[in-house]
């Protein structure tokens, strides 16, 4: 059942500001867990024992049976596809060829994607389609990657493709399972619902969620082939991070600039997750109501706070940790700002 | 200066729920007061003496000098204009043609304005642009009849038009004090910045807001000529909902099928403001975090609430009043649905 409406008694506190002249507009809360590997919370804000749906952010986690059921090394899957297989990416060319030539290496096509169809995130791409007049296919879908690692791990066990986007298909129990054991959630009792994609979205503490990120993150206490599967896919992201976002994206910019230390992925209403290799930690956070660019202000300046980037890193990243807002007319009116939540 | 960081002690009520499957995934706080001419409080909830950027929720207000400056007269607007002068329209050819007809006739163009230019919301006449190559001009931006109507106010009194969009300009004084009038409000010293059209935003607290629309709505207490241009406005914006906003937006639906009891206006970062004539109230609303999805949920609840429409008009809004929200491949995945704020 749906929560109870009211949530006064326990706000999220403030975590990034939108300021226009001299006052804050608006205001953005939220929660964050920064977790190591045994589950030691090092840094937190607001409940983060309360359920969220990662969405997108856990992707990482999903891929772990393309390696483990051995479909990555049938089809000699490089670290492209890997990438892919861990993004939302922007449905630009690069990544609709390589997913396109993925599903033609496992003999499936786009009709076989069960993702659904929308317009490329990527603006240019998206004006190129409409000024073709072509109507965007399952490959734009910034998840048609993760869905095509998907088919990819029926077909290498012989399984038929059809439905695997639902709970009970061996594709998702595999998926469901594996997510399950990295965060230490009983996915058949959490909260769910359907993602996006058409997937299942279960639900997951902040503690949790950040957990399994850093058991990626410091995968010693993992059996051999999940430590294995978890740093070729953490490997794969910092090696291609175009693959696993888009032109222009904090993640791709981030792992630029410091993918030996951060691996990044965002999530759909305000949800991102980072595994920290060199720290051994992971972070999941989630602003409360949703909203993608506190998301972004809130988690660089988290990673930033937690001593992840150089004085050098920090300049390549200025447009991200100080976003500006500029009207219509090029004019800069406002800011996005960071809250006391991240004074420390 | 900016207010301080920290607004834990007093946040917002929840005003709208994010839910997806079994759990609410997202939260919307806000604030909102409903109160008649002389200012006494009808409904509300949150903190209403906290000043918010009323953003183009207040253009029913700043279109009052174009009927006080005699220039709706002298040009000879229709109620077509007068509607334009108040919209926050989606760059319609219609929204388009009619301004550009309009400039026309006050003897400037598409120059003159200073609003800048962007793709009009509309997605069918974005993508007309887009396949035509044709970059938007400024008449597309959604204020290009509001900033129409701020210019026919310098022509009307033969004053330079060059800089109308400055806080010093005489067009924006006299746009400045006649929201001060209506509102109570000190423009001179209220937190003030600039807005995504280029001229001043000053803050305004929800109560001295709806206390604005109020007077609009129950101009008994007005002079004689604030009285008739706010009657005008009114009216207007009742008999051509199209053109304050645009096909499919809220704010044309509920003007279609209660135009006669609602005037509503939505502005950027969650804000509506409401005239309801028949009851002589006024209503300002605020999202905190600036969420348009929640300002709609939360103002058509409250409409309803307040017993705005018949069960056949309940029955025609149905979309707004029970929004649904459906994943990429068309299925229904979750919904929006009001907090208890509003169970009154």
């Given at each position: 059942m749906p929560q109870p409406h009211d949530q006064n008694h326990d706000p999220a506190p403030v975590l990034v500001d939108i300021v226009r002249g001299v006052m804050v507009e608006s205001r953005h809360r939220g929660a964050f867990a920064v977790v190591d590997a045994?589950?030691?919370?090092v840094r937190r804000a607001g409940a983060i024992d309360r359920p969220i749906y990662p969405r997108s952010a856990i992707k990482p986690l999903q891929a772990l049976p393309l390696l483990e059921t051995g479909a990555a090394d049938k089809y000699g899957l490089g670290q492209e596809e890997l990438a892919l297989a861990c993004a939302s990416h922007h449905g630009e060319p690069v990544h609709v060829q390589k997913v396109s030539a993925w599903l033609g290496r496992i003999g499936l096509g786009e009709g076989n994607l069960e993702c659904g169809a929308h317009l490329p995130t990527d603006v240019p791409s998206a004006q190129a389609l409409i000024r073709g007049s072509q109507p965007p296919s399952q490959l734009h879908n910034n998840c048609s990657g993760k869905h095509t690692g998907f088919l990819c791990t029926a077909a290498c066990l012989g399984e038929d493709p059809k439905g695997y986007i639902e709970a009970d298909h061996p594709v998702m129990r595999r998926v469901l399972k594996a997510v399950g054991e990295m965060t230490g959630t009983d996915m058949a009792r959490a909260p769910a619902g359907r993602d996006g994609c058409g997937i299942p979205v279960i639900a997951i503490t902040l503690q949790a969620m950040a957990q399994g990120m850093a058991r990626m993150a410091d995968p010693s206490g993992l059996p051999d082939e999940r430590r294995a599967a978890s740093t070729r896919i953490l490997d794969a992201m910092a090696a291609h991070p175009l693959l696993v976002d888009g032109t222009g994206g904090l993640a791709v910019e981030v792992m630029k600039v410091a993918g030996d230390r951060v691996r990044i992925k965002p999530g759909a209403e305000g949800v991102f997750c980072v595994s920290l290799p060199k720290l051994g930690l992971g972070i999941a956070l989630k602003i409360e109501d949703g909203a993608g660019r506190a998301s972004e202000v809130a988690i660089i300046t988290l990673l930033d706070r937690l001593g992840c980037f150089t004085a050098d890193e920090r300049m390549a990243l200025h447009p991200f940790l100080e976003p500006k807002i500029k009207n219509v007319a090029g004019v800069e009116v406002g800011l996005l700002r960071p809250a006391a939540a991240f004074d420390f």
């Open positions: 045994a589950g030691k919370v």
